[in-house]
């Protein structure tokens, strides 16, 4: 996928949420980044119809990745979480940085990741096990506890964190990257409706893997979604990746309190 194709990916997906019924926190519009007036061509893995504006839509969100089951109950998720906590942190804030800080993100991505990993759509040899038992009700229940808690944010390496701001807010034009706050938002909060997650506060351990991760190649799941990472982290060198990591570490959620609706 070429930059202007992931620039009108994020068009298209901007406009899905404008159109989207009183989406949470829009993201900046594509506007922020300057070739975006352009119309690209749409890349032909994505079809333009409304498949892209559904997903838009937080109920039908949670509707796709689990058909049968109710919105996640936060209590029952804490009951559920109880086998999460050892690595994941009782309130989602792991002990240590090579797992994912789970608190704050949002109740649609968790249940997502949880069933991809349980379907070995994402690969994890750990998660495959701990997921394995889950049901969908179980996925969303333990999806709607860790938003009630708030990630504690880390601290930036100040070497490298103005790289990492400027590839964050800007991206970068020359090596085919674009903002990530397009999509993550500018205080890292992301957006639960079109399914961009949380970033503010993640371990840069974690972030550095997943973006050496699809750097390399190695994706996860099959869908639009699942596409659009391996895509923005083309260009990206080994510097960039660790700056943007270390940013996004010491990132703070303006509000982490508004995220805990989903
Ligand atoms: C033994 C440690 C361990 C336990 C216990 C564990 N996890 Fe994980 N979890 C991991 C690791 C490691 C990863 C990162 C996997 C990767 O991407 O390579 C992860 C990733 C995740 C992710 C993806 C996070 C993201 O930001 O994309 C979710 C969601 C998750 N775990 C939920 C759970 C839930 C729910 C439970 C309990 C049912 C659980 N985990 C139990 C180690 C654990
Ligand atoms: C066009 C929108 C878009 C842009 C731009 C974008 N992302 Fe993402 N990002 C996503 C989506 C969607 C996902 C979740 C994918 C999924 O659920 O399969 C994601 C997931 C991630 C994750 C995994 C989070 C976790 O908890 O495991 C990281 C890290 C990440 N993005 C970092 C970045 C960085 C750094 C940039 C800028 C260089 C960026 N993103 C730009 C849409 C975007």
């Given at each position: 996928m070429s930059f202007?194709?992931?620039?009108?990916?994020?068009?298209?997906?901007?406009?899905?949420l404008a159109q989207a019924a009183d989406p949470p926190a829009p993201p900046p519009p594509a506007r922020a980044i300057p070739e975006s007036a352009t119309q690209p061509p749409l890349p032909p893995s994505i079809p333009p119809?409304?498949?892209?504006?559904?997903?838009?839509?937080?109920?039908?969100?949670?509707?796709?990745?689990?058909?049968?089951?109710?919105?996640g109950d936060a209590t029952a998720g804490q009951t559920k979480s109880a086998t999460c906590?050892?690595?994941h942190g009782m309130d989602g804030n792991p002990a240590s940085s090579?797992?994912?800080?789970?608190?704050?993100?949002?109740?649609?991505?968790?249940?997502?990741?949880?069933?991809?990993?349980?379907?070995?759509?994402?690969?994890?040899?750990?998660?495959?096990?701990?997921?394995?038992?889950?049901?969908?009700?179980?996925?969303?229940?333990?999806?709607?506890?860790?938003?009630?808690?708030?990630?504690?944010?880390?601290?930036?390496?100040?070497?490298?964190?103005?790289?990492?701001?400027?590839?964050?807010?800007?991206?970068d034009k020359n090596a085919n990257v674009p903002a990530c706050m397009a999509c993550h938002g500018p205080?890292?909060?992301?957006?639960?409706?079109?399914?961009?997650?949380?970033?503010?506060?993640?371990?840069?351990?974690?972030?550095?893997l997943k973006l050496k991760d699809w750097h390399?190649?190695?994706?996860?799941?099959?869908?639009?979604?699942?596409?659009?990472m391996p895509a923005v982290v083309m260009g990206l060198s080994d510097a960039d990746i660790a700056a943007l990591a270390s940013y996004i570490e010491g990132l703070h959620a303006a509000d982490a309190g508004s995220t805990a609706a989903k």
């Open positions: 202007s194709h992931v620039i009108g990916f994020v068009a298209l997906l901007s406009a899905g119809n409304s498949r892209l504006e559904e997903t838009t839509n937080p109920a039908q969100t949670a509707a796709m990745a689990t058909p049968t089951a109710k919105p906590a050892a690595c090579q797992y994912p800080k789970l608190a704050g993100q949002h109740e649609s991505y968790i249940a997502r990741q949880v069933e991809m990993f349980k379907s070995h759509k994402r690969d994890s040899a750990i998660m495959m096990g701990f997921s394995a038992t889950l049901s969908a009700q179980d996925m969303n229940d333990i999806g709607a506890f860790f938003p009630t808690k708030v990630s504690l944010p880390g601290v930036a390496d100040a070497k490298i964190v103005a790289r990492g701001e400027a590839l964050y807010r800007g991206g205080d890292g909060r992301g957006n639960p409706g079109a399914g961009y997650p949380q970033l503010a506060g993640q371990y840069a351990d974690y972030v550095t390399d190649g190695k994706t996860w799941g099959d869908d639009d979604r699942a596409r659009i």
